[in-house]
């Protein structure tokens, strides 16, 4: 009985908390720049750069543009392969992670300064003939992230394939085997560094996988009555032009978004020797994506479906549950492999039309391919039914 009341007063305790913390969150907002701009429909663009641990000149080791369109309550995070080519004058380095360690050298270490150079940098090159404004710039190191992740681990996350590295000479030692990890704030950092033979591409994935179970983590009650204080943490932790009145602005914000609200995708370049190359066409695309807000009426989507959960027939099941609510699937086949996740990989660059058939399907793994790759291609978006399909609530009325 005692054990009973116990864990009762602690449940109660804890929602009280996580009361308290949202009130003092929303209030403390209130004084944020970026909540106005947020209040007035305005579109907020953010770059953040994750440093190397090397000291006399730190390399952007991952490099995150983070978009958010209020009107549709829509946030784009955008991964940028730290192979990117940058023409940058006066100097040898063409390399993305290179050109920042240049930037940090000509700003005498100022890290912060040298993110906002390579925000002007990449906002020109992304803008294609208008160039894209960063209003805010983050930097955090290996160190401020271990820091934060404190507050919120452990995160889970599903190995699909083994996980293995060991540089002795950086002390890096890295080993996952497939399943399902709850990992702390040291593990989740191997996690994030991992790279494999898949390259940088492979490592994006990661890593956009590890921010959508981050934000699921945030959702929880416990992690909730800690908000002011991973807030407070942040704004010591990181470097940015963002106030601690912006970081609860942002806190709130993610709270209140729903996962099918999150859109992951990567600008990739193609491949020439050792760098990435943007061109022109994939550049239009990620421009025209944050110039507007999308429209409010969006287009029919052509739609393929592919079995990768090894369960027969699946795809077939998918077709015609979709189909049942008036979708067009042009088609349905087998996947390469098995995945555990099912996901969805848009190519329609308009987030309200995935949105929708997400929420149908109760998928939140949604990737869009920002590229015009595939222009002579019908297919808008693909589904790819994982392991999970069975068990998915979406598909248990009015399937055969």
């Known amino acids: 009985m005692n054990n009973a009341s116990n864990g009762i007063r602690a449940r ?54 983070a978009s958010y369109e209020p009107l549709h309550r829509i946030l784009d995070v ?16 063409r390399k993305l992670a290179e050109v920042y360690a240049f930037y940090v050298k000509a700003a ?23 160039p894209l404004v960063f209003d805010y710039v983050t930097v955090l190191s290996y160190e401020s992230f271990r820091a934060l992740l404190e507050l919120v681990e452990p995160v889970t996350i599903s190995v699909a394939e083994p996980m293995h590295y060991d540089d002795a000479a950086g002390d890096l030692h890295i080993h996952f085997e ?12 191997e996690y994030v560094r991992f790279r494999d033979a898949s390259g940088d591409l492979g490592r994006i994935g990661r890593q956009q996988q590890f921010l959508r179970a981050i934000l699921s983590r945030i959702a929880h009650p416990a992690v909730m009555a800690k908000l002011p204080l991973i807030v407070w943490r942040f704004h010591l932790a990181v470097q940015s032009n963002l106030s601690v009145w912006d970081m609860f602005a ?25 760098y990435l190359v943007l061109g022109e066409g994939v550049r239009t695309v990620m421009a025209r994506r944050l110039a507007a807000s999308p ?23 998918g077709t015609e549950y979709l189909r049942s609510h008036g979708y067009d699937v042009l088609d349905w086949t087998t996947w390469g492999k098995i995945i555990p996740h099912s996901r969805i990989i848009d190519r329609t660059g308009n987030p309200l039309v995935v949105r929708r058939l997400a929420a149908l399907l109760n998928i939140s793994d949604v990737h869009t391919q920002l590229t015009t790759e595939y222009a002579g291609d019908v297919v808008d978006v693909m ?4 392991e999970d399909s069975a068990v998915n609530d979406a598909f248990r009325d009015g399937i055969p």
């Open 12 to 65: 109660r305790f804890l929602f009280a908390a996580t009361v308290v913390s949202l009130c003092g969150c929303v209030v403390f907002s209130l004084r944020s720049p970026m909540l106005r701009n947020t209040a007035a429909g305005r579109r907020t663009t953010m770059l953040i750069v994750g440093m190397d641990g090397i000291p006399a000149a730190p390399h952007a080791d991952t490099v995150i543009l």
């Open 250 to 274: 942002i806190a709130v914000e993610l709270r209140r978004l729903h996962r099918s609200s999150c859109w992951f995708s990567s600008l990739t370049g193609a491949p020439q020797g050792r």
């Open 108 to 130: 005498s270490g100022d890290c912060l300064t040298a993110g906002r150079m390579l925000a002007n940098t990449l906002g020109k090159i992304i803008g294609s003939s208008t």
């Open 78 to 93: 955008v991964s940028i392969p730290r192979d990117t080519r940058i023409d940058e004058p006066g100097t040898r380095f």
């Open 295 to 317: 429209p409010d009426q969006p287009a029919r989507c052509i739609v393929k479906v592919y079995n990768a959960s090894g369960i027969p027939r699946m795809a077939l099941r």
């Open 178 to 189: 497939p399943g399902t990890h709850r990992l702390n704030a040291a593990r989740a950092l």
């Open 383 to 386: 589904v790819i039914l994982g």
